[in-house]
């Protein structure tokens, strides 16, 4: 299948039009607040939380940041039975 189809699909799953998601993209202040949550206070709260609790455990501290910092990894790692 082609990539488009997939990139549609996506988007009729979460019923979000494309006009809706041009507008979306013109608030300038969300769009910050979000880069800032996602790729700086984010990465910086998981590891304190890492150097808390995962000190002595390296690769445990290590996998934990990457569960944290990866987009949606946690949906199909931690469901998995």
Not at 7 to 30: I, M
Not at 44 to 69: H, K, N, Q, R, T
Request: proline fraction near 4%; include cysteine.
């Amino acid at each position: 299948m082609h990539l488009s189809f997939f990139y549609f699909d996506a988007w009729s799953f979460f019923g979000v039009s494309f006009k809706e998601t041009k507008t979306s993209l013109s608030h300038q202040c969300f769009l910050i607040l979000a880069l800032i949550l996602n790729f700086i206070i984010g990465p910086l709260v998981a590891y304190g939380i890492g150097c808390i609790f995962l000190d002595e455990e390296p690769f445990i501290f290590l996998s934990f940041l990457m569960l944290v910092v990866t987009p949606c990894t946690n949906w199909y790692l931690l469901s998995q039975n």
